[in-house]
């Protein structure tokens, strides 16, 4: 490899202070371990106590939306949501083909179908021009539902994802989502704190999804909350997450097949810890975002994502863009064989075995960028601020 990456890697261990630099760590220097002593020596370990109820307060509180509530991780989230939203068996759901994984799983939980839209470069999410010509071109409208022409299933809801913490461009989304009868349902696994002209992601769906695994910008060791602003959205999930038991004082009564879906006390303890150094993470980020910036001003052929017009990312992952003629793979193996652990981005899901079948349109910015985005250390500095 060249110099100008060596010098990159030499920069990055020196900001760190380390020969091995993860890619996203948790940081758990606040008041977690107070709190879950609190759970251990009062007993509430489980899916009943006050963290569950502070954790979902303070999260409504901060990102704007009326309900949180608390489930077991991310994808159970998504599942939930989109089924509060009346996502069927049998329905189509529009969604990104670059994402994770679980985005694409919570649908087929369902019996539902993805159906994969392309994405733009300006925000590494959907691309509400092209989603907007796809519609025209390749649907009818009948009853008032949103027909494919070409299997006459019903396209029920559109999941934007905001890749990396970088918001998509949602009021565009919202009004398509409108014209055409679908549902917003945001897949906030990444963008806990970023926010689209000012307000928070995860408030702009009928309903959204929220993770806190291990390597998201805060944790709960694993878990998940759906935000909505709809009363019943939130009474349904609450309800259903519950497995669906009628509130009785000892009667065994429950109205529809629900889940065992609840975040236990103990993991919601480490929430409220860890929402409560948010804005610090968020903070620390962005000024390593600017470090990375200088930082790469010196290497030829890659530059660094930033921010979409009109946000504010809470820059989750840092994000390198190659050009289209440096080999993507042969930079992983340097960075990753130097000690600088580095990703790509995922796999499309219209490339991946499970959901090559599944309808979609012209794939060319997706594959595009797949050739193109690694993500590069991105744990919070602390002191840094
Ligand atoms: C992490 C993530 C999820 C799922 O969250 P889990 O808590 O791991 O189930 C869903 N969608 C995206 C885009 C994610 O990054």
New binding site residues.
Partial sequence: MNKQWSKLVSDIKELYEKSNVPLHEPTLQGNELNYVSDCITSGWVSSVGQYVNQFEEKLAEYTGVQYAVLVV??????QMALKAAGVQANDEVFMPSL??I??AN?VSYLGAIPHFVDVTEKTLGLDPKKLEAYILAHTRFEGGLLINKNNNRVIRAVVP?H?FGHPVELEELQRICHEYNLVLVE?A??SLGSLYKGKHTGSFGKAS?L???G??IITTG???AILTNDESVARYVKHITTTAKLPHRWEYEHDEIGYNFRMPNINAAIGCAQLERLPYFIKQKRMLTNVYDQLLQRVDGVSLFKEPEHCESNYWLQTLLLDESVDRDEILLFLNEQGIMSRPIWKPMHLLNVYKECPRMDMRVTESLNRRVINIPSTPIEGMI
Avoid: I, Q, R, V
């Avoid at 991780?73 to 998504?78: D, E, H, P, R, S």
């Fill in positions: 991780n991310g994808t159970a989230a998504l994402t994770f679980a985005t919570a994802m890749t897949d696994a990444e999804a993770s806190f695994n390597n998201k694993g878990g998940g």
